[in-house]
């Protein structure tokens, strides 16, 4: 059975991490995908509790096959792979976070514990990513696929839930209306929810 992991703050999740986990079920064939919803991401301040964007992640995830969104407890991916325990599993991420791998803790140890998805999309620079390949113990452990570009992050979203802005573009419709009816990203003063401070790639 071919086992894939995507992790992440997902604070929101967002139409671009759909399309990254389902492209990679696609290519890799995946018959499991393993979401992981960091709970205190070591790189990133995050604006909602973990069990508040384990909500919105299986709302955003829900449709995809093979696809189980849990709570990871560890803020770095190394520790997070060493517990799973897994067979070769393929870990996705995007290429700009493949940019940061020399970053994280331990990427050989990595690499030893699951292959690399690494997404790619017009206009990402390839030089970086050479440059990332060169440093590794085993540059054959990392595959690229292509996603279409959705140029959209987690915290412009953010910021146009926060001005009142429409978000339904970006956002699968059920986390929009989630992130409507609980009130979040909105400015503390008008009864949004509150801050928490937060892994690497």
Request: no cysteine; glycine share 8%; hydrophobic share 45%.
């Amino acid at each position: 059975m071919s086992v894939g992991i995507f992790g992440g703050a997902f604070d929101p999740p967002h139409a671009g991490h759909v399309e990254l986990a389902r492209r990679g079920i696609e290519h890799f064939a995946l018959d499991r995908l393993l979401v992981r919803v960091v709970e205190h991401p070591g790189h990133k301040p995050v604006a909602t509790a973990p069990e508040t964007r384990l909500r919105l992640a299986r709302l955003a995830f829900a449709s995809l096959p093979g696809a189980e969104i849990e709570l990871d407890p560890f803020a770095r991916t190394v520790d997070s792979l060493e517990a799973l325990a897994l067979i070769d599993p393929v870990f996705l991420v995007g290429a700009d976070e493949f940019a940061a791998l020399p970053t994280w803790k331990e990427p050989d140890r990595v690499l030893d514990l699951a292959r690399l998805g690494v997404a790619t999309r017009p206009g990402i620079d390839d030089r970086r990513v050479e440059a990332v390949l060169t440093t590794l113990a085993r540059p054959e452990r990392v595959s690229f696929f292509p996603i279409e570009p959705l140029p959209v992050s987690s915290s412009e979203i953010r910021a146009r839930a926060a001005a009142g802005e429409p978000i339904d573009a970006f956002v699968p419709p059920e986390v929009a209306r989630e992130i409507s009816r609980l009130g979040l990203y909105r400015p503390v003063e008008t009864g949004g929810a509150g801050g928490m401070l937060g892994r690497d790639g």
